[in-house]
């Protein structure tokens, strides 16, 4: 399989008019900030962009993402595999106001000083958006079962709990005070 690469910018609008379609397959470990989130850098997005004008002339991107990313399961502290497929319709804007009068099906996207995207920022920033707050297994998956050895509790742990809910109540001295 040959790698397709995508362009490093792309002016929207003339693409748009030339209704042109990129594809590509990014590596993941290229992705810098997507990699702070992940627990392994390996393997690859594959990415189509498609550039196309709506019934109201406005300029559209439709961004279509495929990959599968390993993050840390907050459950468990494992390996949990994420699959994204995504399609999003994004729109390019100058500013705040412009961003504002979109239609509610398209997403800003603020174009660079030069009129120009970065394709690799945007499916950065679309991957980032797609993990989950807080990703782990699915609820009954047998990889989620077993607690790691640093987060179990010992018999002092408990001693030391079971001690703290025993104490004085700090404000008792308080009710001494009302009289």
């Not at 792309?10 to 030339?18: E, H, L, N, T």
């Not at 992705?31 to 559209?60: I, N, P």
Request: glycine share 4%; proline share 6%; aromatic share 4%.
């Amino acid at each position: 399989m040959k790698e397709e690469r995508l362009p490093v910018s792309i002016d929207p609008v003339r693409f748009a008019k030339a209704q042109r379609l990129c594809s590509g397959v990014i590596n993941l470990r290229d992705l810098k900030r997507l990699c702070e989130s992940m627990t392994s850098d390996q393997g690859v997005a594959k990415a189509d962009l498609r550039f196309f004008s709506d019934e109201e002339c406005k300029t559209v991107i439709e961004l279509k993402l495929k990959t599968e990313l390993s993050l840390s399961c907050q459950r468990c502290l494992g390996t949990v595999k994420l699959l994204i497929n995504t399609c999003h319709y994004l729109s390019p804007v100058k500013g705040l106001e412009e961003a504002e009068l979109l239609p509610s099906y398209l997403e800003p996207v603020w174009l660079e000083e030069d009129n120009l995207i970065n394709p690799l920022v945007l499916i950065e920033d679309d991957l980032l958006l797609s993990i989950p707050l807080v990703p782990m297994h699915e609820e009954f998956d047998s990889e989620c079962v077993t607690i790691p050895k640093e987060l179990e509790l010992d018999d002092l742990d408990l001693k030391i709990g079971a001690g703290a809910c025993q104490s004085e109540n700090p404000f008792a001295v308080l009710v001494n005070l009302k009289k």
